[in-house]
């Protein structure tokens, strides 16, 4: 399967009228009696039939959702997809995906994972009887190795939260399907979205997101999105959708639709920034080392600029110290804001192996590189000097502690 871009600046190019799609697919004003031209918000949870069993396609709010029905279709515009289907959160649409399968099948998921997927596959997903394995998909050995005839289901993230591994998703697609024809690719496409990455066109099966973070972009909604080509995963997902009631607020779909609307403006200065901070902390001689998929030092950088048209504001890096250090880096910051969650407008910093990730085992996190001087941060959209200047005067605070392997120079 060929990529549907070319390479241009190192990175592939934009996707064609993402820009327009986003604003006006699903927005059309003649579905509605008024003409609106912004899409109002369906509160209503039943609607008026016609006739017994006559119904204009929509009969009760679970099943289908007059505002909903619109942010579906410009979300599916977005990936270049058949279906989309909405739920409640990202661990709704991960739930109502893994009702896919039957106790007794295999599931395959990247080790370094969101901490609420992590900690469902391996607490929850298990106790029905699912076998779970944690593979480094990055590694193509590795997940050729772990397939078995039971796995009928992997879920990858690209880049993973938060060390920020990259998945080559055509070639890992391609040998997952090689294996069985049957099994569900799925690629969490949460950090990347819709503007910056493709699953769907590269071989995956399910393009999801927690569109609490990008997608939505205004850390004010908590939703799930699901995009698929298949028929068949669309009329299983959108019974799975009615059947278990995990839906979105009318509400909620609203917002969620707007903030669609500026997600190219967004993503560009989101990626604008984090590049910048990136560059910066790369030659900061307080840091460790940086993770970022927009550098050449990232490993897995020619992938990134193969399959993306550019790059999140998801950055992780490691301060020289002990965890002290870290800390005292957090606590210095004037801009950044210490919280959890990511990809709203404002620039959020946290320590993933006590915040995010704490619930993951100890020996699981050093593993996997979350020690506890990894630091990751959500580069928001500010001026890019002020945010800047906030991580330098940070790292000098944090490094004004007396180590005697931190005795910089400033």
């Known amino acids: ?46 609607f008026k039939q016609h006739g017994p069993g006559n119904h204009t396609g929509f009969e009760y709010s679970r099943s289908g959702n007059p505002t909903r029905n619109c942010l579906e279709k410009a979300v599916a515009a977005l990936d270049d997809a058949k279906y989309c289907v909405a739920f409640a959160s990202g661990m709704a649409a991960a739930v109502t995906i893994t009702h896919l399968l039957k106790a007794g099948e295999g599931i395959i998921i990247m080790d370094d994972v969101n901490r609420g997927t992590n900690c469902y596959f391996q607490r929850i997903a298990v106790e ?37 591994k990259v998945v080559d998703i055509q070639a890992c697609a391609d040998l997952v399907h090689e294996h069985n024809k049957d099994t569900v690719v799925v690629f969490d496409n949460t950090f990347m979205t819709a503007y910056f990455q493709r699953p ?62 500026m997600l190219h403006l967004r993503m560009e200065r989101h990626f604008k920034n984090a590049l910048a901070a990136a560059k910066f902390l790369e030659a900061n001689s307080r840091v460790e080392r940086v993770i970022f998929p927009g550098l050449p030092s990232h490993p ?55 915040m995010t990730h704490v619930s993951v085992p100890e020996k699981e996190r050093k593993e996997l590189g979350i020690t506890d001087t990894l630091i990751r941060l959500s580069v928001g959209l500010e001026d890019e000097a002020d945010i800047i200047e906030d991580l330098q005067q940070a790292l000098a605070a944090a490094v004004s502690i007396r180590h005697p392997t931190l005795l910089l120079s400033h």
């Open 300 to 354: 897995q950088h020619e992938v990134v600029k193969r399959q993306c048209t550019g790059c999140p504001g998801m950055i992780s890096f490691y301060i020289k110290g002990k965890l002290e250090h870290a800390t005292t880096f957090l606590k210095s910051l004037k801009l950044f804001l210490l919280a959890g969650s990511l990809g709203g407008n404002e620039s959020l910093a946290g320590i993933p192996a006590i």
């Open 1 to 46: 399967m060929a990529s549907p871009c070319k390479e241009q600046s190192g990175f592939c190019t934009p996707f064609k009228s993402f820009a327009t799609k986003a604003i006006h697919v699903g927005q059309e004003p003649e579905q509605w009696k008024s003409m609106a031209v912004v899409p109002p918000i369906s509160l209503s949870t039943t």
């Open 128 to 164: 029905f009887g699912l076998d779970v394995s944690l593979v480094d998909c990055s590694k193509l050995n590795l997940l050729k190795a772990a397939l078995k005839a039971n796995t009928k289901l992997v879920w990858i993230e690209t880049p993973s939260n938060p060390t920020m």
């Open 200 to 261: 769907l066109a590269l071989g995956a099966d399910i393009c999801m997101y927690s569109a609490t973070k990008y997608m939505n972009g205004h850390s004010d909604v908590l939703m799930g999105l699901v995009s698929v080509n298949r028929d068949d995963l669309y009329e299983r997902l959108k019974f799975l959708q009615n059947a278990l009631g995990g839906v979105p607020s009318p509400f909620d779909c609203f917002l969620c639709n707007r903030g669609l609307k």
